[in-house]
């Protein structure tokens, strides 16, 4: 079984310039998330899909980042215009939940952001 | 609001010897706590979680007791080698409105000399 990926792996932009990325679940997980990663730090939640519906983009900056999960499968993630302050790695992650809470995220290998 | 804190930030063993990494968290109706290794580079990876069901649960050389009064969780690694060595995350299922969200501690990179 294959595991989450995205891509691309890595990237570098100017600042003002948009970017995006893309995650492709575990096949069959229905909750997809966005993590933002600063270097020595945890991951933070941006937003959680539920199949196709953002359930919670609470922490996600509107102003600049969307999201979207078309068909409940694949989703990208868009920065535009990028700042400097968003260089991070950006984890997407899924998970199969079948009843209540709780179930075991998997993570893909992040994008790591590199704006100049 | 909710948060976790994770404690050391670094620690170094030597190979062989145990590493305990301790974690509090602020909600008390937090059920789920996953713990993560992270490898230089590359993806967070589950290594142990336990639900609040449950004081303790083990597995092979690695295992995680949880104090729900007091509102801690701890992982303890037995007989350490060198391939133990990575930043280690653990996390709290934070429940909110009928949501919920993954709170992440800060992190604990651990060393293992050999």
């Known amino acids: 079984e294959a595991g989450v990926v995205q891509s691309p792996r890595y990237k570098i932009i100017e600042k003002k310039q948009p970017v995006a990325f893309w995650c492709n679940p575990i096949s069959g997980h229905n909750t997809l998330y966005w993590y933002l990663q600063n270097l020595g730090q945890g991951p933070e939640l941006l937003i959680r899909y539920e199949n196709e519906e953002a359930v919670d983009d609470s922490q996600l900056p509107k102003d600049r980042f969307s999201a979207e999960r078309l068909k409940g499968v694949d989703s990208t993630l868009k920065i535009q215009p990028a700042e400097l302050g968003d260089s991070a790695v950006y984890l997407c992650?899924?998970?199969?939940?079948?009843?209540?809470?709780?179930?075991?995220?998997?993570f893909g290998p992040g994008t790591r952001l590199t704006v100049t | 609001g909710e948060n976790v804190e994770q404690h050391p930030s670094t620690l170094s063993v030597q190979e062989g010897d145990s590493a305990v990494i301790k974690c509090t968290y602020s909600d008390s109706a937090s059920n789920y706590f996953p713990w993560y290794k992270q490898e230089l580079g590359k993806r967070p990876q589950l290594i142990i979680d336990?639900?609040?069901?449950?004081g303790e649960k083990k597995d092979q050389r690695i295992a995680v007791t949880l104090n729900k009064t007091a509102k801690h969780f701890s992982l303890h690694i037995t007989e350490t080698q060198p391939e133990d060595s990575a930043v280690y995350f653990c996390?709290?299922?934070?429940?909110?409105?009928?949501?919920?969200?993954?709170?992440f501690g800060t992190g604990t990179r651990l060393k293992v000399l050999a």
């Open positions: 336990i639900r609040s069901n449950v």
């Open positions: 996390a709290a299922l934070h429940l909110t409105s009928g949501t919920y969200k993954y709170i």
């Open positions: 992650a899924s998970s199969l939940v079948t009843s209540g809470i709780g179930a075991e995220q998997y």
